[in-house]
């Protein structure tokens, strides 16, 4: 009977999807199930509906809940990680205040300034958990990661802990259902690799019964009719020449030319909701908090047992208690799996699962378009990483001023008083940050007429010089 420990099961998305899949495989029927989440109200409220499930399904399970982490993860054999810090109140910051400054964000939980924000907050409680199940989980117990920023916080648990973990996303899932009804092909069918980082992993190879189905997909994909649906990814495709996993929402975040400017956003991101509209993300969290504040949304859905989701938490579990091998899309540490890419950071590539536990597949080098859009948000994760866990306010600007979108919107001064900003604004969840303020750098002015003081002659005036001394001298017959 394994012990399945959920911390941050106050969450009635994931909670609820993960424990309907987790007893819906006969291999876990009988599992236990620890909840814990440091919000009394919810945790009760998923505890007693994850009890009522158990009952009216005539399961064999166990469950019960508690506030402490340590009591939660004591024993496991796994352990399911899907904390928001900070929750709603943190998240209105992450995109209330970079708007202020002109980044204009739709998702803001894995990148630009949100990402880092919402990595900050996460990366020191997973580190801490990690060392917790380092010291009294079960020996090989594995860590499943739902937490945003997943390759930021999958990078910080490379760093700091040997205990064996997976991040665990649905972008590739459900972007081959897209591609599925591009090119009509059942999505079973479709032989595909695909890899990269979370959020930014390139379909490789697409092919059905051997025949290449990307010339079909782009053909379709140049049709308005095709294109409405996903315009930023499909222009990355047709400038880069590879699809990638997620929603023109986020991708539009990640690079800096779908939203730097109104222009852009009018031209790309004028879908609603996750097609790009501002703020779509925190406005739905927004706007579920305050429906069900004194709400339980749990008594208006059924405890009955529905088919099993498209995460991939429970075959995962599945495999390792019965050792039927299972293939995922995997965020791991890269030991080579992706040889373009630094090792040691969050890689998101083919992997195999049994009872011997996981096993990453080698890519090799990726594209090399593709990997130079990779690194551009691997460079933000890295700084992100460092500042999480060294405690470096200096670090998380870095971080903010080299997302790409940002730095495309801002200026350094701009993007240290945002940082700032946001840093204040969320103290409370910040406890590697206490008594750090971020170092004010105020705009020097120089006045009109200003003289520069004596320098020595850089060879670029040099050659200005030279220049200005050959557009002016006398030429004989001029």
């Given at each position: 009977m394994p012990k399945i420990a959920m911390i941050g099961a106050g969450s009635i998305v994931f909670t609820k999807t993960l424990l309907n899949d987790m007893l819906g495989t006969p291999a876990l029927a009988d599992a236990e199930f620890a909840l814990m989440s440091p919000t009394e109200p919810k945790l009760r409220r998923m505890e007693s509906f994850a009890r009522r499930m158990v009952s009216e399904n005539g399961l064999a399970a166990r469950v019960w809940a508690t506030t402490d982490r340590r009591e939660a993860i004591r024993d496991a054999d796994y352990v399911v990680c899907m904390i928001q810090v900070g929750g709603v109140a943190a998240f209105r910051h992450d995109?209330?205040?970079?708007?202020?400054?002109?980044?204009?964000?739709?998702i803001a939980d894995s990148l630009g300034p949100g990402g880092v924000m919402r990595g900050l907050r996460s990366i020191p409680v997973l580190a801490d958990m990690a060392r917790d199940m380092a010291e009294i989980a079960r020996p090989g117990a594995l860590l499943l990661n739902y937490t945003n920023p997943m390759a930021a916080c999958c990078y910080a648990l490379g760093q700091v802990s040997p205990v064996p973990y997976i991040g665990l996303c649905h972008g590739v899932q459900t972007t081959l259902d897209l591609i599925s009804g591009y090119v009509d092909v059942p999505k079973p069918e479709i032989d595909f690799l695909c890899a990269g980082i979370n959020h930014m992993g390139w379909f490789l190879k697409l092919k059905h019964r051997g025949r290449d189905l990307y010339?079909?997909?782009?053909?379709?994909?140049?049709?308005p009719e095709y294109y409405v649906n996903e315009k930023v990814r499909i222009e990355v495709m047709r400038h880069f020449g590879y699809f990638m996993t997620e929603s023109t929402g986020h991708l539009s975040e990640y690079l800096p030319w779908f939203r730097s400017h109104e222009r852009a956003l009018r031209q790309y991101c004028d879908e609603p909701a996750f097609g790009g509209e501002s703020g779509a993300y925190y406005k739905w969290c927004a706007l579920i908090a305050d429906k069900y504040k004194t709400v339980d949304p749990l008594e208006l859905e059924s405890p009955r047992l529905q088919p099993r989701s498209a995460e991939y938490c429970s075959y995962i579990l599945e495999a390792r208690e019965t050792g039927a091998p299972f293939r995922l899309q995997g965020n791991v540490r890269n030991e080579g799996y992706i040889t373009n890419l630094p090792d040691g950071c969050c890689v998101e590539v083919p992997c195999y699962v049994d009872r011997e536990g996981l096993h990453p597949l080698r890519v090799g080098a990726l594209p090399p378009q593709c990997a130079a859009l990779n690194q551009s948000n691997v460079t933000v994760q890295t700084l992100a990483v460092e500042a999480g866990l060294r405690g470096d306010p200096e670090l998380a600007m870095a971080a903010i001023a080299l997302d790409p979108l940002t730095s495309a919107c801002c200026t350094l001064a701009e993007i240290r008083e945002?940082?700032?900003?946001?840093?204040?604004?969320?103290?409370?969840?910040?406890?590697?940050?206490?008594?750090?303020?971020?170092?004010?750098?105020?705009?020097?002015?120089?006045s009109p007429g200003t003289r520069g003081v004596p320098v020595p002659l850089d060879p670029a005036l040099a050659i200005g010089k030279r220049f200005g001394t050959l557009a002016t001298q006398e030429t004989a017959g001029r």
């Open positions: 995109y209330e205040i970079p708007l202020k400054y002109g980044v204009d964000q739709c010339p079909l997909f782009k053909q379709r994909c140049e049709r945002m940082t700032a900003e946001l840093i204040e604004s969320q103290r409370a969840c910040l406890p590697q940050l206490e008594g750090k303020p971020l170092r004010a750098a105020p705009v020097i002015q120089a």
